[in-house]
């Protein structure tokens, strides 16, 4: 058995960094990416409002999470997400996962959750396909994200 090799970072819709930084590095070596916070942070789950967001949340200290500007990225997503008939997050992993042949290397989102119920739905995610106008809408989400990741 030959030993796996992967790099784990950030990545998602909103916060695709590794792209231009190591994706040419991982497909010259054959690395896989093991993709944290596909769900950016909970955010493209729609179900954080940054305006409710407790004094000792941790995302306070992120720039993407001091704005409401960023409201119209966690729109396109639920929008995208019903019209599919399926939670925005089964949505944001998918469309991680489905990145795997655009980076030419394997990905593997592992969102984060507590509860069994958010373990389901992140499983349940691992069977929705995405059409390439899906896949499209999605990319074009990182350009339009406001404020740094840190």
Do not use: C
């Not at 899906?134 to 990319?139: G, N, V």
């Amino acid at each position: 058995m030959h030993p796996v090799t992967a790099v784990q970072s950030e990545y998602s819709a909103w916060s695709r960094d590794v792209e231009t930084t190591v994706g040419d590095t991982l497909r010259e070596l054959g690395v896989a990416l093991v993709a944290y916070s596909p769900l950016g942070r909970g955010f493209l789950t729609g179900a954080v409002d940054v305006t409710a967001l407790p004094a000792g949340d941790a995302r306070l200290r992120l720039p993407r999470f001091r704005t409401t500007d960023n409201e119209v990225i966690a729109d396109a997503v639920r929008t995208l997400a019903a019209a599919k008939g399926v939670a925005p997050a089964q949505l944001a992993p998918a469309w991680v996962q489905a990145r795997s042949a655009h980076l030419g290397v394997a990905v593997v989102p592992i969102p984060g959750t507590k509860r069994v119920k958010w373990l389901e739905q992140n499983v349940a995610a691992t069977g929705v396909e995405l059409t390439a106008d899906e896949t499209a809408a999605l990319d074009g989400l990182a350009a339009r994200t406001v404020g740094g990741r840190y």
